[in-house]
Protein backbone atom coordinates (compact mmCIF):
# COMPACT_ATOMS: atom_id res chain seq x y z
CA UNK A 1 0.00 0.00 0.00
CA UNK A 2 1.15 3.38 -0.73
CA UNK A 3 0.00 6.52 1.15
CA UNK A 4 -0.11 9.41 -1.45
CA UNK A 5 0.48 13.28 0.15
CA UNK A 6 -1.04 15.49 -2.43
CA UNK A 7 -3.55 18.31 -3.59
CA UNK A 8 -5.04 19.40 -6.91
CA UNK A 9 -2.66 20.29 -8.97
CA UNK A 10 -0.14 19.36 -11.76
CA UNK A 11 2.69 17.77 -9.76
CA UNK A 12 0.01 16.04 -7.50
CA UNK A 13 -1.62 14.78 -10.31
CA UNK A 14 0.93 13.26 -11.78
CA UNK A 15 1.44 10.72 -8.88
CA UNK A 16 -2.42 10.12 -8.80
CA UNK A 17 -2.53 9.31 -12.47
CA UNK A 18 1.22 7.18 -11.97
CA UNK A 19 -0.83 4.99 -9.12
CA UNK A 20 -4.08 4.80 -11.29
CA UNK A 21 -2.13 3.38 -14.85
CA UNK A 22 0.01 1.04 -12.62
CA UNK A 23 -2.88 -0.25 -10.65
CA UNK A 24 -1.17 0.14 -7.20
CA UNK A 25 -2.95 0.17 -4.49
CA UNK A 26 -3.13 3.33 -2.45
CA UNK A 27 -4.50 5.58 0.01
CA UNK A 28 -5.52 9.66 -0.60
CA UNK A 29 -3.91 11.98 1.64
CA UNK A 30 -5.41 15.61 0.69
CA UNK A 31 -3.42 18.24 2.64
CA UNK A 32 -4.73 21.55 2.86
CA UNK A 33 -2.01 24.24 1.35
CA UNK A 34 -3.85 27.33 2.24
CA UNK A 35 -3.90 26.01 5.69
CA UNK A 36 0.19 25.40 5.38
CA UNK A 37 -0.50 21.19 6.18
CA UNK A 38 2.50 20.83 3.82
CA UNK A 39 4.64 22.77 6.83
CA UNK A 40 3.43 20.77 9.92
CA UNK A 41 6.54 19.11 11.52
CA UNK A 42 4.79 15.37 10.83
CA UNK A 43 4.97 16.24 7.26
CA UNK A 44 8.61 17.96 7.31
CA UNK A 45 9.36 14.01 8.62
CA UNK A 46 8.39 12.75 4.87
CA UNK A 47 9.41 15.53 2.75
CA UNK A 48 11.76 18.38 4.41
CA UNK A 49 11.24 20.15 1.67
CA UNK A 50 7.46 21.04 3.05
CA UNK A 51 5.92 20.21 0.00
CA UNK A 52 3.53 18.13 -2.01
CA UNK A 53 3.56 15.37 -3.52
CA UNK A 54 5.44 12.97 -1.49
CA UNK A 55 4.25 9.46 -0.94
CA UNK A 56 5.22 6.53 2.02
CA UNK A 57 5.69 2.99 0.45
CA UNK A 58 4.88 0.48 3.42
CA UNK A 59 5.11 -2.71 1.88
CA UNK A 60 8.78 -1.46 1.84
CA UNK A 61 9.11 -0.86 5.58
CA UNK A 62 7.88 2.78 5.24
CA UNK A 63 10.29 3.70 2.71
CA UNK A 64 9.65 8.14 2.06
CA UNK A 65 10.00 9.50 -1.30
CA UNK A 66 9.30 12.64 -2.16
CA UNK A 67 9.81 15.11 -5.55
CA UNK A 68 7.30 14.00 -8.45
CA UNK A 69 9.88 13.07 -10.86
CA UNK A 70 11.40 11.39 -8.17
CA UNK A 71 8.30 9.45 -7.32
CA UNK A 72 7.34 8.60 -11.00
CA UNK A 73 10.53 6.84 -11.33
CA UNK A 74 10.15 5.10 -7.91
CA UNK A 75 6.79 3.76 -8.85
CA UNK A 76 7.64 3.30 -12.23
CA UNK A 77 10.66 0.75 -11.03
CA UNK A 78 8.18 -1.12 -8.28
CA UNK A 79 5.50 -1.82 -10.50
CA UNK A 80 7.81 -2.55 -13.85
CA UNK A 81 5.88 -0.62 -15.97
CA UNK A 82 5.96 3.16 -17.79
CA UNK A 83 9.73 3.52 -17.54
CA UNK A 84 11.82 1.00 -20.30
CA UNK A 85 14.82 -1.18 -19.14
CA UNK A 86 16.98 -0.82 -22.28
CA UNK A 87 19.30 1.94 -21.56
CA UNK A 88 18.57 4.09 -25.00
CA UNK A 89 14.39 4.00 -23.95
CA UNK A 90 14.88 4.48 -20.62
CA UNK A 91 17.18 7.49 -21.58
CA UNK A 92 14.37 8.76 -23.92
CA UNK A 93 11.72 8.88 -21.01
CA UNK A 94 13.99 10.18 -18.20
CA UNK A 95 14.83 13.02 -20.82
CA UNK A 96 11.36 14.18 -21.45
CA UNK A 97 10.73 13.73 -17.67
CA UNK A 98 13.89 16.14 -17.08
CA UNK A 99 12.36 18.12 -19.98
CA UNK A 100 8.89 18.66 -17.76
CA UNK A 101 10.84 19.14 -14.47
CA UNK A 102 13.13 21.58 -15.79
CA UNK A 103 11.26 23.55 -18.36
CA UNK A 104 7.49 23.17 -18.43
CA UNK A 105 6.29 22.95 -14.81
CA UNK A 106 8.58 26.12 -14.00
CA UNK A 107 7.91 28.15 -16.86
CA UNK A 108 4.50 27.36 -16.93
CA UNK A 109 4.51 27.64 -12.78
CA UNK A 110 6.16 31.34 -13.18
CA UNK A 111 3.09 32.34 -16.49
CA UNK A 112 0.53 31.47 -13.40
CA UNK A 113 2.30 33.41 -10.66
CA UNK A 114 2.32 37.02 -12.75
CA UNK A 115 -0.37 35.93 -15.20
CA UNK A 116 -2.96 35.22 -11.96
CA UNK A 117 -1.26 35.90 -8.59
CA UNK A 118 0.89 38.78 -8.43
CA UNK A 119 -0.61 41.62 -6.98
CA UNK A 120 0.90 43.71 -9.81
CA UNK A 121 0.74 43.59 -13.47
CA UNK A 122 4.18 43.44 -14.49
CA UNK A 123 3.72 43.07 -18.32
CA UNK A 124 7.53 42.19 -19.34
CA UNK A 125 7.40 39.14 -17.04
CA UNK A 126 4.16 37.97 -18.33
CA UNK A 127 5.24 38.07 -21.78
CA UNK A 128 8.50 36.79 -20.86
CA UNK A 129 6.94 33.72 -19.24
CA UNK A 130 3.97 32.81 -20.89
CA UNK A 131 6.34 33.50 -23.84
CA UNK A 132 8.68 30.79 -23.05
CA UNK A 133 5.80 28.26 -22.21
CA UNK A 134 4.31 29.12 -25.49
CA UNK A 135 8.01 27.51 -27.14
CA UNK A 136 8.48 24.33 -24.44
CA UNK A 137 4.98 23.98 -26.27
CA UNK A 138 6.10 23.88 -30.03
CA UNK A 139 9.04 21.63 -29.30
CA UNK A 140 6.43 19.30 -27.92
CA UNK A 141 4.36 19.45 -30.56
CA UNK A 142 7.00 19.34 -33.36
CA UNK A 143 8.50 16.51 -31.31
CA UNK A 144 5.22 14.78 -31.64
CA UNK A 145 4.45 15.25 -35.31
CA UNK A 146 4.20 11.02 -36.41
CA UNK A 147 4.23 9.83 -32.92
CA UNK A 148 1.79 9.25 -30.63
CA UNK A 149 3.61 9.36 -27.02
CA UNK A 150 6.86 11.37 -26.32
CA UNK A 151 9.68 8.42 -26.15
CA UNK A 152 8.05 5.79 -27.68
CA UNK A 153 5.29 3.91 -25.85
CA UNK A 154 3.23 5.70 -23.28
CA UNK A 155 5.71 6.31 -20.21
CA UNK A 156 6.13 8.52 -17.11
CA UNK A 157 7.46 11.44 -19.76
CA UNK A 158 3.62 11.58 -20.73
CA UNK A 159 2.31 11.57 -17.84
CA UNK A 160 4.18 14.08 -16.14
CA UNK A 161 4.45 16.44 -19.48
CA UNK A 162 0.40 15.72 -19.64
CA UNK A 163 -0.41 17.06 -16.01
CA UNK A 164 1.07 20.12 -16.75
CA UNK A 165 0.58 21.01 -20.03
CA UNK A 166 -3.70 20.17 -19.76
CA UNK A 167 -3.84 23.43 -17.36
CA UNK A 168 -2.96 26.15 -20.45
CA UNK A 169 -5.28 28.05 -20.05
CA UNK A 170 -4.41 28.46 -16.66
CA UNK A 171 -1.25 30.08 -17.41
CA UNK A 172 -2.65 32.30 -20.40
CA UNK A 173 -1.34 30.22 -23.42
CA UNK A 174 -2.72 29.21 -26.38
CA UNK A 175 -2.08 25.76 -28.02
CA UNK A 176 -3.78 27.11 -31.15
CA UNK A 177 -1.64 25.95 -34.29
CA UNK A 178 -0.51 23.33 -32.66
CA UNK A 179 -2.46 20.34 -34.06
CA UNK A 180 -0.09 17.59 -32.83
CA UNK A 181 0.14 18.84 -29.58
CA UNK A 182 -3.62 19.41 -29.16
CA UNK A 183 -4.20 15.88 -30.09
CA UNK A 184 -1.91 14.29 -27.87
CA UNK A 185 -3.60 16.18 -25.03
CA UNK A 186 -6.74 14.20 -26.26
CA UNK A 187 -5.06 11.05 -26.67
CA UNK A 188 -3.96 10.98 -22.97
CA UNK A 189 -7.06 12.39 -21.68
CA UNK A 190 -9.19 9.50 -23.21
CA UNK A 191 -7.10 6.62 -20.86
CA UNK A 192 -9.77 5.44 -18.26
CA UNK A 193 -6.65 5.64 -15.01
CA UNK A 194 -6.04 9.20 -16.37
CA UNK A 195 -9.44 10.02 -16.10
CA UNK A 196 -9.72 8.88 -12.52
CA UNK A 197 -6.11 10.34 -11.51
CA UNK A 198 -7.27 13.84 -12.22
CA UNK A 199 -10.23 13.22 -9.58
CA UNK A 200 -7.31 12.33 -7.21
CA UNK A 201 -8.55 14.55 -5.69
CA UNK A 202 -11.28 16.30 -8.18
CA UNK A 203 -9.36 19.17 -10.58
CA UNK A 204 -10.23 22.63 -10.27
CA UNK A 205 -8.41 24.21 -13.09
CA UNK A 206 -10.47 22.89 -15.38
CA UNK A 207 -13.60 24.21 -14.69
CA UNK A 208 -12.64 27.93 -12.66
CA UNK A 209 -13.33 30.16 -15.29
CA UNK A 210 -11.35 33.74 -14.64
CA UNK A 211 -14.50 35.87 -13.27
CA UNK A 212 -16.20 33.03 -11.28
CA UNK A 213 -16.46 33.35 -7.67
CA UNK A 214 -14.14 29.90 -6.87
CA UNK A 215 -11.66 31.62 -9.62
CA UNK A 216 -11.71 34.28 -6.88
CA UNK A 217 -10.96 32.94 -4.02
CA UNK A 218 -8.66 30.48 -5.41
CA UNK A 219 -6.77 33.68 -6.61
CA UNK A 220 -7.40 35.34 -3.28
CA UNK A 221 -5.35 32.72 -0.99
CA UNK A 222 -2.78 32.30 -3.90
CA UNK A 223 -2.15 36.19 -3.15
CA UNK A 224 -2.64 35.96 0.84
CA UNK A 225 -0.06 33.57 0.52
CA UNK A 226 2.09 35.47 -1.78
CA UNK A 227 2.02 38.64 0.02
CA UNK A 228 2.69 37.04 3.62
CA UNK A 229 5.79 35.41 2.48
CA UNK A 230 4.43 32.15 4.43
CA UNK A 231 5.11 30.11 1.74
CA UNK A 232 6.48 32.62 -0.63
CA UNK A 233 8.11 29.56 -2.92
CA UNK A 234 9.82 29.57 -5.81
CA UNK A 235 6.88 29.77 -8.59
CA UNK A 236 6.98 26.65 -10.15
CA UNK A 237 3.58 25.47 -8.24
CA UNK A 238 0.58 25.06 -11.27
CA UNK A 239 -1.71 26.27 -8.24
CA UNK A 240 -0.10 29.54 -7.01
CA UNK A 241 0.11 27.82 -3.77
CA UNK A 242 3.47 25.42 -2.99
CA UNK A 243 3.21 22.29 -4.19
CA UNK A 244 7.15 21.32 -5.16
CA UNK A 245 8.73 19.73 -8.16
Same mark, same amino acid.
Given at each position: ?I??????????? *?????????A??????V???????? *?????????????????????????? /???? #?? !??????? *?? #???????????????????????? /???M?????????????? !?P?????????????????? *?????????????? !?????? @???????? @????? /????????? @?????????? /???? !????????????? #?????????? #?????????????????????????
Open positions: MDLYTAATPNGH *KISIALEELLPYALHLDLAALEQ *KQPWYLAINPNGRIPAIIDREAGGFA /VFES #GA !ILIYLAE *KA #GRLLPEDAQARSRVMQWLMFQMGG /VGPMGQANVFHRYFPER !IAAIDRYQGEVRRLFEVLD *KHLAGRDYLAGDYS !IADIAN @WAWVRTYR @WSGVS /VDGLPHLRA @WLDRIRARPA /VQRG !IERPPSAIDSRQE #GGDAARRFID #GARNMMETGRPRGDGRSGSGQEEGA
